[in-house]
């Protein structure tokens, strides 16, 4: 079953420099297949992104998506190289990152935005 999680994140502050912070409704639990960043209509090139499963007493932090200077909306499919027991990456084989725990949306560099940013998390549980 695929589910999606929505995280919209308003900015505040000076244009250019606004910033805001979002988070999952609930802790999410499962591998991700896609990401959507939707940007507001007036969010400038000068927009900072980053997609995180905050980390807790069970895991760090993971970064699932982090991009900078850009408002332009897009589709994206993280994916990690799947390693050997030695941790030595193997060619050309890559897995779904797992998810486990509540995701931030921090957005920087923006424009005093609501929402400056609207993020679709697509995850199969």
């Known amino acids: ?8 994140v ?13 988070y999952s409704s609930r802790a999410l639990n499962g591998e991700l297949q896609a990401i959507y960043v939707d940007w507001g209509a007036t969010a400038p ?10 980390s807790d007493d069970n895991h760090p932090q993971v970064t ?5 200077d850009s408002s332009t909306d897009a589709w994206v499919y993280p994916a990690v190289q799947r390693t050997s027991t030695a941790g030595a990456g193997i060619d050309a084989q890559y897995q779904a990152i797992p998810v486990a725990g509540r995701v931030k949306v921090s957005v920087a560099g ?9 993020v679709y998390l ?3 549980e």
């Open 1 to 8: 079953m695929i589910r999606t999680e929505k995280v919209a």
């Open 10 to 22: 308003t900015t505040t502050g000076n244009d250019g420099a606004a910033t805001g912070t979002g």
């Open 45 to 54: 090139a000068s927009s900072d992104i980053d997609v995180v499963v905050e």
């Open 64 to 68: 699932l998506y982090d991009k900078d």
């Open 110 to 118: 923006c424009n005093a935005l609501s929402p400056a940013v609207t």
């Open 122 to 124: 697509y995850l199969k």
